[in-house]
């Protein structure tokens, strides 16, 4: 139980598999002293015939952070992933249906630190929205400018950004950098059978021509297939169907109208009968789809809403003609993630469905987590994998909470699935108690019961009050305050003016990075 952990073995590719290994190897393989007896092996193994999903194409902020310290340049990035700059998520139609929209950005609300100004918005409600009243993100997206200047470092912003990205080209370059700067070790293979100890744990895995591949950790990123957390220690999953109904995509590439096609900094959501379709807004392409419902949809007519949905940017023919790939999922995750010496990232602990781009976000957070609490040795990691699956199941039921509230706002009930998804008996207690005290105290931090909420309270704000939602304070604030509030909104608009003024098109910024890349920091 005391033998030092040092190796570790990841099994399976994409961007799970790559992201972990890059997060670990920064951490702790990177630079080591070769002549030292504790050393970590990290080691991918991964099937070439296993094609991976490939649709996950939304980061949050938080991946310049990992980039960064995995020492990848973020105009290499930018070139060779296809990638664009993602500053939060637009919505439209998901309240009424009636061509509203709505921003989630990723600034928080001006001053957030200092005051919530969500209670003083309350008497504008009907002059502005509330994203507009209290960030300058929502501006820039109704215009597609960029987070940055072609004169700001790498990673650096004038309003904060993650990326849209081509899933494909980007498991490539993390690949790539594992293998020739982070020093991971990477077998292609195909895995045959899993060997046990006489403890229970995980001892090797058979590979078709590697033989055993022993290991002290292993991360399972088989995808849904699980093959290590799911089919071999048989953890139970976890259904949220209940809750979240969606259960299918359809998803394709569309071509840009023009080479010169504004390129859009919001992953657009645009709701549909049974689901929403996602666009997102690559350089050379955009990426569309379909989350929806088999329930309450079949897929010949989800897949005539989504062409109809494409016919206006590619014609009526292309449209019709083009071919349209079909993904099923389960949503949920699994009863624990960390099980004896394995721990599941990715796919394999679960996934509930494209809304907020929180699959790539929990692989850098259950990846981050190992990496920073890394067990010395067999008899810490029980303790370890116990505040994991502590940590996790938390994550995954705010995750649950929050994109719930997406839909359980709606005012629609054009359709069975909206009147359904919709209807407050089905909301988990959590969510339920929140929304009671919302009605007359404004989201803040005390909402925050955990460390590193997956959300911070003014993501709740931007939903809830992009969704109508009403909070009826019942005591006036101090005349102090409101003057604090009036300062912090005229601060906002002249913010707001300075950015439009000053910041390029997405697509001109992008060009420049390409033409001369940004500076080093």
Same mark, same amino acid.
């Given at each position: ?5 040092? #190796?570790?073995? !990841? ?13 670990? /190897? ?41 980039? *960064? ?10 070139? @060779? ?8 998520? *637009? ?10 929209? +709505?921003?989630?950005?990723? =600034? ?25 009243? %209290? ?14 200047? !072609?004169? =700001? ?34 077998? $292609?293979?195909?895995?045959? #059978? ?56 359809? @998803? %394709? ?34 990426? $569309? ?6 329930? +309450? ?10 062409? @109809? ?16 790939? *079909? ?8 009863? #624990? ?32 987590? &190992? ?12 303790? $370890? /994998? *116990?505040?994991?699956?502590? #940590? ?7 995750? &649950? ?6 839909? &359980? ?35 803040? +931090? ?18 809830? +009050?992009?969704?109508?939602? $009403? ?10 305050? =409101? ?39």
């Amino acid at each position: 139980m005391q033998k030092p952990l040092k #190796k570790i073995v !990841i099994v399976g590719g994409g961007s799970a598999g790559w992201l972990s290994a890059g997060i670990i /190897a920064a951490e702790h393989a990177a630079d080591q002293d070769l002549t030292s007896q504790n050393n970590l092996e990290v080691t991918l193994i991964e099937s070439a015939d296993v094609p991976t999903i490939g649709v996950g194409e939304g980061t949050w902020p938080s991946m310049r952070t990992t980039l *960064k310290k995995m020492g990848i340049s973020e105009t290499e990035f930018l070139l @060779a992933c296809d990638a664009s700059f993602k500053q939060g998520s *637009k919505f439209t139609n998901w309240h009424t249906n009636t061509n509203e929209y +709505y921003y989630h950005p990723y =600034t928080l609300p001006h001053g957030f630190n200092e005051t919530n100004l969500a209670p003083f918005w309350q008497a504008y409600r009907d002059q502005i929205s509330f994203a507009d009243a %209290v960030c300058t993100q929502s501006h820039l997206g109704e215009r597609d400018l960029a987070p940055k200047q !072609i004169s =700001t470092a790498e990673y650096d912003f004038n309003a904060n950004y993650g990326y849209h990205l081509d899933a494909g080209k980007f498991a490539t370059l993390l690949k790539n950098h594992c293998i020739q700067k982070l020093g991971v070790k990477h077998i $292609v293979d195909h895995v045959t #059978k899993v060997n046990s100890a006489e403890n229970g744990d995980i001892d090797s895995i058979s590979s078709k021509s590697h033989g055993d591949i022993s290991g002290d950790l292993f991360i399972d990123c088989t995808g849904t297939s699980s093959l290590l957390l799911g089919k071999h220690f048989g953890i139970p999953f976890v259904s949220q169907k209940h809750v979240l109904f969606n259960d299918s995509a359809l @998803a %394709v590439h569309v071509p840009h109208q023009s080479p010169d096609s504004p390129i859009g900094s919001f992953t657009c959501a645009t709701a549909q009968s049974a689901g929403w379709i996602w666009d997102i807004a690559l350089p050379s392409r955009r990426g $569309v789809g379909y989350a929806y419902s088999s329930a +309450y949809i079949s897929d010949e007519s989800a897949e005539q809403e989504l062409r @109809a949905y494409i016919a206006p940017i590619m014609g009526d023919k292309e449209a019709h003609n083009i071919a349209i790939r *079909k993904i099923s999922f389960d949503p949920g995750h699994r009863e #624990k993630f960390w099980h004896k010496n394995c721990v599941a990232i990715g796919l394999s602990a679960g996934f509930i469905e494209p809304l907020e781009a929180t699959a790539l976000a929990l692989i850098e957070l259950s990846a981050k987590m &190992v990496s920073e609490q890394l067990p010395a040795n067999r008899l810490a990691m029980d303790i $370890v /994998a *116990k505040r994991f699956n502590s #940590k996790f199941l938390h994550r995954w039921q705010n995750i &649950v909470d929050f994109l719930k509230l997406h839909y &359980v706002l709606s005012k629609r009930s054009d359709s069975d699935y909206w009147r359904d998804i919709s209807d407050n008996s089905q909301l988990p207690e959590s969510l339920q108690e929140q929304l009671t005290l919302w009605k007359t105290q404004a989201p803040y +931090y005390y909402d925050a019961t955990h460390t590193e909420e997956m959300f911070p309270s003014a993501s709740y704000q931007y939903i809830l +009050y992009g969704m109508g939602f $009403v909070t009826e304070e019942p005591r006036k604030k101090r005349l102090d305050l =409101t003057k604090r509030a009036e300062r912090l909104f005229n601060d906002n608009a002249k913010h707001t003016k300075h950015l439009l003024a000053t910041l390029p098109t997405n697509r001109d910024l992008l060009n420049k990075i390409k033409q001369f890349g940004l500076p080093k920091i």
